[in-house]
């Protein structure tokens, strides 16, 4: 929930450190089995998305001087 949060935000790498987070609590309180499986799937996919978004420039236009 907390990474979806940041994601939908715009926090891109708090989001991943949250999906990380889940990943590893995921891996070490749960035997492997077809949901774990799954929702690591699902995780992993958030995590790729984030990190193929660009990211955007603090300069929103160009400055041409003869304008």
């Not at 935000?9 to 309180?29: P, T």
């Not at 949901?35 to 955007?56: F, H, S, Y």
Request: hydrophobic share 25%.
């Amino acid at each position: 929930e907390r990474a979806e949060r940041s994601a939908f935000k715009g926090h891109r790498k708090r989001a991943i450190r949250h999906y990380k987070d889940a990943l590893y609590y995921l891996a070490r309180e749960t035997s492997p089995n077809e949901e774990t499986e799954v929702l690591a799937e699902k995780i992993n996919g958030e995590i790729k998305k984030l990190r193929e978004i660009p990211t955007t420039s603090k300069n929103l236009g160009t400055f041409d001087e003869n304008d």
